[in-house]
T-cell receptor, first 114, second 113 residues
Framework: AQSVTQLGSHVSVSEGALVLLRCNYS??????LFWYVQYPNQGLQLLLK??????LVKGINGFEAEFKKSETSFHLTKPSAHMSDAAEYFC????????????FGTGTRLTVIP | NAGVTQTPKFRILKIGQSMTLQCTQD?????MYWYRQDPGMGLKLIYY???????DKGEVPNGYNVSRSTTEDFPLRLELAAPSQTSVYFC????????????FGPGTRLTVL
């Protein structure tokens, strides 16, 4: 079965510091992986996705993620945090059907300290 | 394009009442989804549809029903509301095929008292 695990429900970083949000996946086949961001009282917005092309994926707002098959990981990083990055971040994996259903992790709330 | 729109934004129901959450998309997406989001639990799939007239159950379908008579609309029906259905509900849509981005609506916050 497809699943993802996000380590750390809350992460705090100082403004300008590195952001690292962790995601590990479980999949019986090469996975399709996603990172979504949710700002307060809003819906989810796609940051980036991995669909079996380049293992280093660049997304919006300076975020990137690296697919590592040996570690079954897809961690999200940003070199320098901005106050506007404060939000909740969700990792997700696509299911094996053609319906493009997603299984989400439990989310990581990022706080940026001025 | 308005994208994915949901109504209402907020609703309070009494136990046993029924209601329909509306979802409309104007991107001509074949695929549509309903999720619920509970604190600390991420999003769970309730129902999905791969086209008009075709619906199927997700992870947590009990207590809900859906229909898909048009490409644009995918309403979610709650029958006999229970406190366990207190949640934030999100509708999403995508183009066909695994790996495509899902576009999310702004959500409906439902409280059942």
């Amino acid at each position: 079965a497809q699943s993802v695990t996000q380590l750390g429900s809350h992460v705090s970083v100082s403004e300008g510091a590195l952001v690292l949000l962790r995601c590990n996946y479980s999949s019986s086949v090469p996975p399709y992986l996603f990172w979504y961001v949710q700002y307060p009282n809003q819906g989810l917005q796609l940051l980036l996705k991995y669909t079996s092309a380049a293992t280093l994926v660049k997304g919006i707002n300076g975020f990137e993620a690296e697919f590592k098959k040996s570690e079954t990981s897809f961690h999200l990083t940003k070199p320098s945090a901005h106050m506007s990055d404060a939000a909740e971040y969700f990792c997700a994996v696509s299911d094996l059907t053609g319906a493009n259903n997603l299984f989400f992790g439990t989310g990581t709330r990022l706080t940026v300290i001025p | 394009n308005a994208g994915v729109t949901q109504t209402p934004k907020f609703r309070i129901l009494k136990i046993g009442q029924s209601m329909t959450l509306q979802c409309t998309q104007d991107m001509n997406h074949n695929y549509m989804y309903w999720y619920r989001q509970d604190p600390g639990m991420g999003l769970k799939l309730i129902y999905y549809s791969v086209g008009a007239g075709i619906t199927d159950k997700g992870e947590v379908p009990n207590g809900y029903n859906v229909s898909r008579s048009t490409t644009e609309d995918f309403p979610l029906r709650l029958e006999l509301a229970a406190p366990s259905q207190t949640s934030v509900y999100f509708c999403a849509s995508s183009y066909p095929g695994r790996g495509n981005e899902q576009f999310f609506g702004p959500g409906t916050r439902l409280t059942v008292l």
